[in-house]
């Protein structure tokens, strides 16, 4: 069965140094996001995707985030200086065509020190 | 803005027990509404969803009905197995949002034998 994968399962860095998640959406999917969970807390939008360009963001998604899709198949989200309270739980999404399921990644933590 | 309501975990049963999960959402449009389960080591997936009033969703066992006087959408099963333990997420997506989801907290259930 086709599924979304994440990577790294966990990171763990150190405050102001730059971070890349990477995820790898079904083959045939058009539609991107990221989400994140802080521990204890909801589920949070951060931001969707397609036709190579962000679609929506939320205001979590400020400046020192952005994401690139760098070929066919990855879908990266980057943290440019990171800080404490980026760490969190990050999960990856991805659709088809149509208001169909969202298929989630396992996530990627990281834990910012 | 959208928002959503879990009832408090963690939850801890015995087998065969009953199980009840309260969700409860504000929204400004009509929502289509979602359960997720996020088993351990592993991604959210959805379990079930119902797009409109009374609309009753339903998969391995688990039902829940839209309930649009109540703002509800109470996850239920009639007898849990140990298999079930998992986090559940209540989450819900308006149409002016695409199928950006909007989460609750997230309740931790434990089923021992």
């Known amino acids: 069965e086709p599924e979304v994968t994440q990577t790294p399962s966990h990171q763990v860095t150190q405050m102001g140094q730059e971070v890349i998640l990477r995820c790898v959406p079904i083959?045939?999917?058009?539609?991107f996001y990221w989400y994140r969970q802080i521990l204890g807390q909801k589920v949070e939008f951060l931001v969707s995707?397609?036709?190579?360009?962000?679609?929506?963001k939320s205001e979590i998604f400020d400046d020192q985030f952005s994401v690139e899709r760098p070929d066919g198949s990855n879908f990266t989200l980057k943290i440019r200086s990171t800080k404490l309270e980026d760490s969190a739980m990050y999960f990856c999404?991805?659709?088809?065509?149509?208001?169909?399921?969202?298929?989630f990644g396992e996530g990627s933590r990281l834990t910012v020190l | 803005g959208d928002s959503v309501t879990q009832m408090e975990g963690p939850v801890t049963l015995s087998e065969e027990a009953f199980l009840t999960i309260n969700c409860t959402y504000t929204?400004?449009?009509?929502?289509?509404l979602f359960w997720y389960v996020q088993y351990p080591g592993e991604g959210l997936q959805l379990l079930l969803k119902?797009?409109?009033?009374?609309d009753k969703g339903s998969n391995k066992g688990f039902e829940a009905t839209y309930r649009k006087e109540t703002t509800s959408f109470h996850l239920e099963k009639g007898s849990v197995q140990v298999s079930d333990s998992a986090v559940y997420f209540c989450?819900?997506?308006?149409?002016?949002?695409?199928?950006?989801?909007?989460f609750g907290e997230g309740t931790q259930l434990t089923v021992n034998p």
């Open positions: 929204a400004t449009g009509y929502p289509s």
């Open positions: 989450a819900l997506s308006e149409e002016t949002s695409g199928s950006r989801l909007t």
């Open positions: 083959s045939n999917h058009l539609y």
């Open positions: 999404a991805s659709r088809g065509q149509g208001a169909g399921e969202l298929f």
């Open positions: 119902a797009t409109k009033a009374d």
């Open positions: 995707f397609y036709n190579n360009e962000i679609s929506e």
